[in-house]
Nanobody, 125 residues
Framework: QVQLVESGGGLVQAGGSLRLSCAASGHPFSTIAVGWFRQAPGKEREFIATIRSGGTYYVDSMKGRFTISKDNAKNTVYLQMNGLKPEDAAVYYC????????????????????WGQGTQVTVSS
């Protein structure tokens, strides 16, 4: 079992930045792959980026503005978001899966077994 707790969401003006955190426990951190997704009202859950030992992968539309990173000592994955736009407003979720199985970089929500509770990001124009 992996437990995930997100934090760092909030209200930010357009053009501003936020850093989301995802603290993981319950499984050796080095063996899990963690992804960030977001879901806006009335829309499907959308993949943003994923990180695992050895690399990262981003959806093309997020490259350059969003950066995923991790601190192994803190068992925490971060999502740095810059240049936020009103359309970035959503509930942001981190998710985890066993990195030994499945695709090298999972981009679909169904590939992840564990989910955090989500953190709300609101962007004012």
């Amino acid at each position: 079992q992996v437990q995930l707790v997100e934090s760092g969401g909030g209200l930010v003006q357009a053009g501003g930045s936020l850093r989301l955190s995802c603290a993981a426990s319950g499984h050796p951190f080095s063996t899990i792959a963690v992804g960030w997704f977001r879901q806006a009202p009335g829309k499907e859950r959308e993949f943003i980026a994923t990180i695992r030992s050895g690399g990262t992968y981003y959806v093309d539309s997020m490259k350059g503005r969003f950066t995923i990173s991790k601190d192994n000592a803190k068992n925490t994955v971060y999502l740095q978001m810059n240049g936020l736009k009103p359309e970035d407003a959503a509930v942001y979720y981190c998710a985890a899966r066993d990195g030994h199985y499945g695709p090298l970089y999972g981009t679909r929500a169904t590939e992840y077994s564990y989910w955090g509770q989500g953190t709300q990001v609101t962007v004012s124009s």
